[in-house]
């Protein structure tokens, strides 16, 4: 409702995503997307990144990444089954507002690096081939936009938002439960060059040089408008 009031004294809105222009029924969509700091030139870039962050280079890596809090639904990660040649990896950021702590999940690779700067950010997401989301509740995620800026592909809680970039065919929701993701990750990875395909088309949307262009249109707009 707050938002609604919001909107009602602007001229015009921009929406991170379609999930937002429904609730307000008017503006532009630009997706917000963080452009990678490097770039991933190689496959040989990609085993180096794994080789410093201290992950395994012949496997297919599946992260969980997210400040700590329970709505994160981390909770289930324990009970998954991944098919073979892929492991679990986990890097949790304490909230400087919240108490809870990080959780140990004993079937996968926890990762104790403490606060990412932009360039080792880049490098664990281009480490990893695929992101997990088993959120309890969401509006929007950066998370989400971060990975398919570095290519990969996700798997989320069958949530709104993530409802939206699944049928784009940027990754696949399931239930909140770990029978659910299991199956759907075993899915994934039967057909993951073609998920892949889809997010390396989708994430030039996600430069800065195309959301500046799209701001700069959306303001030229209004300023003729008004």
């Given at each position: ?66 400040y700590v809090g329970s709505y994160k ?24 507002r919240g108490i809870e702590k990080p ?35 969401v509006s929007i995620s950066g998370v ?83």
């Amino acid at each position: 409702d707050l938002l609604l009031e919001v909107v009602k004294l602007s001229s015009d809105i921009i929406s991170p995503a379609r999930t937002i222009y429904d609730i307000v029924r008017r503006g532009t969509i630009i997706y917000h997307g963080a452009e990678p700091s490097i770039p991933l030139l190689s496959y040989a870039n990609k085993q180096e990144f794994r080789k410093e962050i201290g992950l395994p280079d012949d496997k297919r890596l599946l992260l969980a990444f997210g400040y700590v809090g329970s709505y994160k639904g981390f909770d289930i990660l324990d009970s998954l089954s991944l098919p073979d040649g892929w492991s679990l990896v986990v890097k949790q950021n304490r909230h400087e507002r919240g108490i809870e702590k990080p959780l140990y999940i004993k079937n996968a690779i926890n990762l104790h690096l403490g606060y990412l700067d932009d360039v080792t950010l880049s490098k664990l997401f281009f480490a990893c081939d695929a992101i997990i989301f088993p959120y309890k509740v969401v509006s929007i995620s950066g998370v989400l936009f971060d990975a398919l800026a570095h290519g990969l592909p996700f798997i989320a809680s069958d949530l709104r938002f993530f409802r939206e970039f699944a049928q784009m065919g940027l990754g696949i929701t399931c239930n909140r439960n770990a029978i659910s993701f299991s199956e759907t990750i075993v899915f994934l990875a039967s057909d993951y060059t073609r998920y892949k395909n889809n997010v390396q088309q989708f994430n030039p949307k996600l430069r800065w040089s195309n959301i500046a262009d799209n701001h700069i249109d959306l303001f030229s707009k209004i300023l003729r408008l008004s």
